[in-house]
């Protein structure tokens, strides 16, 4: 085995400091500004991330048209909607919504990489881009939800979406029972990036 | 082949991790940026000219096939954004834009003391055309007028292609047979050329569905079904049928 021997222990420190050369360096160089990186986080921070999801997946709860159109073109449906624009952005140039039901429960993966709606869902979570995540979701779905928490019975049809190609993928979760009163808003706050991606499910506060 | 393309069903990985954070450490959502900056700054979209010297190609298939490149070992050794410092500063260095002797020794500086400044400089257009990438993104649909091959409910038979260093073909479904669950309109490129794997040029994407007991018998949950978003390039006529045909 490679370096068996050889794994720094200042690995942060040392990373750390490795980024801020090459940071500093490209600065340097002329390749982005002082302000590039901060450009690129705050972006993440204020037009593409789960609030998007959220909001989408709150209106499909309310509107079970919008749900109808949300699965058969995600892309035009999404567009329906005062979200920041962007929608079709980098890493959402082609979306595709797959809706819970009972019975039906879907899991999106990516085996290769780490492939993720940004637009709509942000950055993936460490847990996604787990190499053990992606090898074991694909042969055992069921026993991944367990470890998250999430009991699925034999009886519900799980659906493994594995993103290899160019389509970016997130589940609209259920909506949880004891919610008939909530408003779309007060809905949002209960959809997590966990559940649109399906190693949850969406529940009341 | 290599380990990374076959991810999918290996076994005996313990438990999963649930860390539901993005970035874990400071540094990580830097390397991030650079990633970010260097796809929206690369020649190959048709966004306006910007005084950026950045002046060559590097899309998610570079970063990819960097991380790729390791040794399969140390691919499962590394967190994520530790393969991305790798493969980035790899880039820049074999690009001729910085040297691995100023690489390291600012490295030395930093790490000596991380309180040091960043340098100040650049010009706004420059970040202007990073939102407007982000905004606008790189399709990677091209026209729709194309034959395919395939409708939905056909049962087709997955290619074992050459991979060389990079492939949009998971390893568990190499010689697998499944269904067409989606024929999806147009064509799409791929971010590179793969050389003998065979995507690059625009072609059919299928979205295809698998039963895991044909992917791994015997040893699969039951009651679940795997689907994958397949290149044209990837799939063939099982040849049962074309015995029959």
Redesign the interface.
């Known amino acids: 085995?490679?370096?068996q021997f050889n794994?720094r222990e200042d690995r942060?420190?040392?990373?750390?400091?490795?980024?801020?050369?090459?940071?500093?360096?490209?600065?340097?160089?002329?390749?982005?500004?002082?302000?590039?990186?901060?450009?690129?986080?705050d972006?993440f921070e204020t037009?593409?991330g789960p609030f998007n999801g959220a909001k989408i997946v709150a209106r499909a709860w309310v509107d079970s048209a919008f749900k109808e159109r949300l699965v058969a073109d995600t892309p035009s449906a999404i567009a329906e909607l005062a979200l920041p624009?962007?929608m079709?952005?980098?890493?959402?140039?082609?979306m595709r919504a797959v809706a819970n039901a009972p019975g039906v429960h879907n899991l999106i993966?990516c085996?290769?990489?780490?492939c993720y709606p940004w637009p709509v869902l942000?950055?993936?979570?460490?847990?996604y881009?787990?190499?053990?995540?992606?090898?074991?979701?694909?042969?055992?779905?069921?026993?991944?939800l367990k470890?998250?928490g999430l009991a699925v019975p034999?009886?519900?049809?799980?659906?493994?979406?594995?993103?290899?190609?160019?389509?970016r993928w997130f589940v609209v979760p259920e909506r949880p029972a004891g919610t008939e009163g909530l408003s779309e808003a007060e809905l949002e706050v209960l959809v997590t990036?966990?559940a649109m991606i399906g190693v949850a499910v969406a529940r009341a506060a | 082949m290599k380990l990374q393309?076959y991810?999918?069903?290996?076994?005996g990985?313990?438990?999963?991790?649930?860390?539901?954070?993005?970035f874990?450490?400071?540094?990580e959502?830097?390397?991030?940026?650079?990633h970010?900056?260097?796809?929206a700054?690369s020649t190959q979209l048709s966004l306006p000219a910007t005084?950026?010297?950045?002046r060559t190609v590097w899309t998610?298939a570079d970063l990819?096939k960097g991380?790729e490149s390791l040794?399969p070992?140390?691919y499962?050794?590394f967190r994520?954004?530790?393969k991305w410092?790798g493969g980035?500063?790899s880039y820049?260095i074999s690009h001729g834009?910085?040297t691995e002797a100023?690489?390291d020794a600012?490295?030395?500086?930093?790490?000596a003391d991380?309180s040091k400044p960043?340098?100040?400089?650049?010009?706004?257009v420059?970040?202007a055309r990073?939102?407007q990438?982000?905004?606008?993104?790189?399709?990677?649909?091209r026209g729709a007028a194309v034959n395919h091959a395939f409708a939905v409910g056909d049962a087709v038979a997955v290619c074992d292609v050459p991979t060389v260093e990079h492939?949009?073909?998971?390893g568990?479904l190499r010689n697998r047979t499944g269904t067409v669950e989606t024929v999806?309109e147009g064509t799409?490129t791929?971010l590179c050329n793969t050389g003998p794997d065979g995507i690059g040029a625009a072609m059919p994407?299928y979205?295809v569905r698998f039963d895991?007991v044909t992917?791994?018998p015997g040893?699969?949950?039951?009651?679940?079904?795997?689907?994958?978003?397949?290149?044209a390039h990837y799939i063939a006529a099982p040849a049962a049928a074309q015995q029959a045909a």
Request: hydrophobic fraction near 40%; aromatic fraction near 14%.
């Open positions: 085995m490679a370096d794994y942060e420190a040392y990373s750390a400091a490795r980024v801020r050369a090459l940071e500093a360096l490209l600065i340097k160089k002329g390749i982005i500004t002082d302000r590039s990186v901060d450009t690129v986080l972006y037009k593409m624009e962007g079709a952005g980098a890493e959402g140039e082609h993966i085996t290769l990489c780490s942000g950055l993936p979570p460490y847990w881009k787990d190499p053990t995540f992606r090898s074991r979701a694909a042969r055992e779905p069921r026993a991944v470890e998250f034999e009886s519900t049809r799980v659906k493994v979406w594995d993103s290899s190609a160019q389509i990036p966990e | 393309h991810l999918g069903g290996l076994e990985l313990g438990p999963v991790s649930t860390e539901t954070r993005v874990v450490e400071p540094w959502k830097r390397i991030f940026g650079i970010t900056a260097m796809m700054l005084p950026s010297s950045f998610w990819r991380a040794n070992l140390d499962f050794r994520y954004y530790e410092i980035i500063s820049f834009y910085i100023e690489l600012l490295t030395k500086e930093y790490y991380f960043r340098p100040s400089a650049g010009c706004a420059v970040d990073i939102v990438y982000l905004v606008e993104g790189d399709s990677p649909k492939t949009r073909l998971p568990y999806y799409y791929y994407v979205c895991p992917i791994w040893n699969a949950e039951p009651n679940f079904a795997i689907y994958a978003d397949l290149y």
